[in-house]
């Protein structure tokens, strides 16, 4: 080799192929995304996140829950995301829209959280009840103490004082992160149809199980 | 196969070395400074797995920012000055000129520093931009892309400057990460950062980006070490060199297209995957003609520069076969998202670690005069160091696979599932203790050798060039 | 080996060897055949899970098709639950039992499990005055009309009210048949101008 510009307009072209294929090829196709309508409900999922949730968002992101949690569910047959009742359905680019981070994670030492909300709501946990866990630790779960401030009782308890947490006098509240973080935790939720995630079954069931 | 040597040997040359060995070994020396900083908090951070209370109480230490800045600390701070350095020096030996420009080593030398310093701190108070191999924030991104361009020119010099017109596959590896390294990074700032994309587009940007750091940046370097060293100690031409070539595009070409396998099932469009799929059978071409071209490093293992970067090679080559194999989807479906993609990412950033390691044994000497104080530890770091490797890549392959069989039989807890990957967490650590102790020794025996060779040139000049060689 | 002679040597390396021997030289047909072997499964795996490179297909074993995707449809049950969530709740209750002596129950009620066309009359018109479930008398002023009709303020579609009725059909213990779009859409065509119907004249449906 001993063109010089020829080498570096293959290096250029090597990654600008595969920056252009890649990159731009797929923010043609998601890079428009809008909501989808449900005729049959009536309104336009996902839903926009409230202010508060994005807020929850970032410090999910800075404290770096994403190594141990992921926010994707894989389709119902390919492990065991339906069976763990993580979702319905598979994930699909357009539930994350309205998300300025998707936190789609690597790691699962802990349970998939995409739906995180629609569960605590069928299991009729409060906020109370998912800041009290984040205080406390849950199961292989640190506890996250420093999102709670102690503070001296001054007249009126507060309303979100966590319930026996600091000697009398005292009392524990969460912090406004504690209280983002949690709000976007109860806002994952990924339970509408959208007409992409429906599953497919496949005409011949027999061959792909050989995939 | 000989070839006729010059019988005249260059005058100068290691004179000429060491006018330009400041800056080189400024870039070592810091790289070592963060490889014993990152493994160190890698080995906090593989504690905290299995013993969750485990400094959780301290917001900077949580076991999601101490894993981002371990992560950068041996990515950017260990690999990116490293690299840097051995990426300069074959350059500037294959150039046949010292190289010029230092003044840009040092000062993006002291900049990417900076960079990846203000980095971890930035880390720990919450900062990170949230990506995996990219978790800098946003402040020192364009700082850290100043400083590579600075510390690339000499390098760039180094090509254009060169003094024969023929190229040698060790420029060309070389040449190209110090290039494309910039490009591939900019785009990700700007379209995850500072203009970012919508939604899950950034999960496919971000996986890009993982990858290119690797092939197009990491590999290359190693691969430019390992090209050009491996004559040096034989003495002898590579083997069915003709190839070289195709190997070196083929790298560059399907290399870059991997990063979807991170993405298999994940919401982004099918064909994200199955083209990494496919292309991660398309690049084990090149890795084919690696092994064709540097066979000799695993036939005669005298030498224990020679060891490293055996070792290092061969982790390379099987890393890319585990790479390929645990792409498909029948075995991804177990091992994604488990501590098996730690082993991977461990495989492959160990093997540049190895030959970057040997490298700098070879060439400090050669930058700094004398020779090494000990040839004992270095022997010692290099058993440390691979068995180590071997144990931590193991014991983690082992967890994931454990845990991801684990994670798809539903009737299985979370508790255990950590209870039954306990064991070999465990073991995983004592393995990453023995790295950092390796590399610990690897860092003083390198502080003992430059702070002598400053005595001694303080006391005497002139010096007299270096002959030895550690191998 | 020094720097000069490295470059040196390779480049001639490089140019590769006259063959000068006639020697056969088999590893570039090795490799070519290699090469060829991974682009070919490379292509062939392309090929079958690339989905055609659609942004909408998110499994890899699907092919877009012309028009709608083939996916499977709903099951009415998990529609129903939801229109039902949506609507029906507010009076009837999520358990189905209703309000003593204002809003009827639908668990166990002879009209949900009995008569569809009656059954489907009452969500597609709506309904008026007093009604008797199960011996009790319900007496809730009335219950709007849910279908596509003149001054209905719902309207569900065929679709909806079916799923929707096939779920109370076979919800909290009634074990009845499902319940068609065709079904709704006969009753909803049968009766083109009606307004709210009453207990007696629902009982003159069959």
Redesign the interface.
């Known amino acids: 080799?001993?063109n010089?510009p020829l080498?570096?307009l293959?290096?250029?072209s090597?990654?600008g192929?595969?920056?252009a294929?890649?990159?731009i090829?797929?923010?043609t196709?998601?890079?428009g995304?809008s909501p989808y309508f449900d005729?049959?409900?009536e309104a336009a999922f996902p839903a926009r996140i409230p202010g508060i949730a994005e807020q929850g968002l970032r410090v999910y992101?800075?404290?770096?829950?994403?190594?141990?949690h992921?926010q994707?569910v894989?389709?119902p047959g390919?492990?065991?995301d339906q069976?763990?009742g993580w979702g319905e359905r598979?994930?699909?680019?357009?539930?994350?829209?309205y998300?300025?981070?998707?936190?789609?994670?690597?790691?699962?030492?802990?349970?998939d959280l995409a739906n995180y909300g629609t569960r605590a709501e069928e299991a009729g946990r409060t906020p109370a009840a998912v800041l009290a866990d984040l205080y406390n630790?849950h199961?292989?779960?640190?506890?996250?103490?420093?999102l709670f401030a102690q503070r001296k009782l001054d007249g009126e308890p507060s309303a979100k004082a966590l319930v026996g947490g600091a000697p009398a006098g005292y009392e524990l509240v969460p912090t406004a992160r504690a209280e983002a973080l949690v709000a976007y935790l109860l806002s994952l939720k990924q339970s509408y149809?959208l007409?992409?995630?429906?599953?497919?079954?496949?005409a011949d069931s027999t061959k792909?199980a050989a995939? | 196969m000989t070839t006729a040597l010059p019988t005249k040997v260059q005058p100068g040359a290691d004179e000429n070395e060491q006018a330009c060995g400041g800056p080189l070994l400024l870039l070592i020396g810091s790289g070592l400074l963060w490889l014993v900083l990152g493994s160190a908090l890698a080995l906090l951070n593989l504690i905290?797995?299995y013993t969750?209370?485990f400094l959780?109480?301290?917001?900077w230490f949580?076991?999601?920012?101490?894993?981002?800045m371990q992560e950068t600390a041996l990515l950017y701070g260990w690999a990116g000055n490293a690299g840097l350095a051995v990426a300069l020096w074959v350059l500037s030996r294959l150039g046949g000129a010292p190289l010029r420009g230092t003044n840009y080593i040092v000062a993006g030398g002291l900049f990417w520093n900076l960079g990846v310093t203000l980095a971890l701190v930035g880390i720990a108070a919450?900062?990170?931009a949230?990506h995996?191999a990219f978790q800098l924030p946003r402040y020192v991104q364009p700082l850290l892309l100043f400083s590579f361009a600075a510390i690339a020119v000499p390098g760039v010099l180094a090509?254009?400057g060169r003094r024969n017109?023929?190229?040698y596959a060790g420029q060309?590896y070389a040449?190209?990460a110090l290039?494309?390294f910039p490009?591939?990074f900019s785009?990700a700032s700007v379209?995850l950062t500072f203009a970012?994309?919508?939604?899950?587009?950034?999960?496919?940007?971000a996986t890009?980006y993982a990858q290119?750091l690797f092939s197009?940046w990491l590999a290359p370097v190693a691969l430019a070490a390992v090209y050009y060293l491996l004559p040096k100690l034989t003495g002898r031409v590579i083997p069915n060199y003709d190839f070289a070539?195709y190997g070196f595009?083929s790298l560059?070409?399907f290399g870059?297209?991997l990063?979807?396998r991170?993405l298999i099932?994940?919401?982004?469009?099918a064909w994200?995957s199955t083209?990494a799929i496919a292309n991660a059978w398309v690049v084990l071409f090149h890795h084919i003609i690696v092994f064709f071209n540097v066979r000799d490093l695993f036939r005669s293992g005298s030498g224990t520069v020679m060891r490293f970067l055996a070792v290092g090679t061969g982790a390379y080559l099987l890393s890319a076969v585990v790479d390929t194999a645990f792409s498909a989807?029948?075995l991804a479906?177990v091992t994604?998202?488990?501590?098996f993609?730690?082993a991977q990412g461990q495989l492959a950033l160990g093997a540049v670690a190895l030959i970057l390691t040997g490298s700098i044994y070879y060439m400090t000497p050669r930058l700094a005069g004398g020779v090494w104080p000990s040839v004992g530890l270095i022997r010692g770091h290099f058993l440390a160091f691979a068995i180590g490797f071997v144990l931590l890549v193991a014991s983690l392959a082992v967890a994931g696979w454990i845990?991801g069989s684990a994670?798809?039989?539903?009737a299985v807890s979370?508790?255990q599932i950590?209870e039954r990957t306990k064991v070999w967490l465990q073991l995983a650590t004592a393995a990453q203790a023995m790295l950092l102790a390796a590399h610990a020794v690897f860092a003083l025996h390198f502080a003992k050798f430059i702070v002598g060779q400053m005595a001694k040139c303080c006391a005497a000049r002139p010096l007299l060039a270096a002959e030895v060689t550690v191998s | 080996m020094s720097d000069d002679t490295i470059v040196a040597a390779h480049d001639k390396a490089a140019a590769g060897t006259p063959d000068t021997h006639a020697q056969y030289r088999i590893l570039p047909l090795v490799l070519l055949f290699v090469f060829s072997g991974f682009i070919f499964y490379a292509g062939a795996y392309l090929g079958r899970y690339s989905g055609r490179?659609?942004?909408?297909?998110?499994?890899e074993?699907?092919v877009p098709t012309s028009g709608q995707?083939?996916?499977?449809a709903?099951d009415p049950l998990v529609?129903g639950k939801?229109?039902y969530a949506?609507a029906c709740v507010t009076c009837h209750m999520p358990n189905g039992q209703g309000v003593p002596n204002l809003y009827p129950p639908l668990a166990g009620a002879d009209w949900v499990t009995g008569s569809e066309e009656r059954l489907i009359a009452i969500v597609v018109h709506g309904l008026k005055g007093p009604i008797t479930v199960n011996g009790n008398v319900y007496s809730a002023a009335a219950m709007p009309a849910f279908g596509q009709v003149p001054g209905g303020g719902y309207n569900w579609?065929d679709?909806?009210i079916a799923a929707v009725l096939t779920y109370i059909r076979q919800e909290w213990g009634n074990e009845a048949g499902p319940i068609t779009a065709q079904q709704v859409a006969a009753v909803r065509t049968a009766h083109p101008d009606r307004k709210e119907w009453t207990e007696p004249e629902l009982l003159a449906l069959p």
């Open positions: 080799m001993k010089g080498f570096f293959g290096l250029f090597a990654l192929i595969s920056w294929g890649l990159v090829g797929i923010n196709q998601l890079g995304l005729e049959a409900q992101r800075d404290l770096g829950c994403a190594s141990c992921t994707q894989r389709r390919f492990g065991a069976a763990r598979q994930s699909v680019a357009r539930d994350y829209i998300q300025s981070q998707p936190q789609l994670g690597t790691m699962r030492i802990g349970p630790g199961a292989g779960m640190p506890a996250y103490r420093f149809d007409p992409e995630a429906m599953p497919y079954e496949p792909e995939q | 905290q797995i969750p209370a959780a109480d301290c917001a949580t076991y999601g920012r101490l894993q981002a919450g900062d990170a949230g995996a090509w254009t017109a023929s190229t060309w040449v190209a290039f494309l490009w591939f785009v379209m970012p994309v919508r939604g899950t587009l950034q999960a496919v940007i890009w290119n197009l070539v595009w560059l070409f870059c297209w990063g979807g991170h099932g994940a919401p982004v469009p994200v083209m989807r029948a479906v994604q998202f488990t501590y993609q730690q845990q994670l798809n039989d539903p979370f508790a950590s | 490179f659609s942004g909408e297909i998110f499994d074993r699907q995707p083939v996916v499977a709903i529609l939801r229109q949506l579609s679709e909806r």
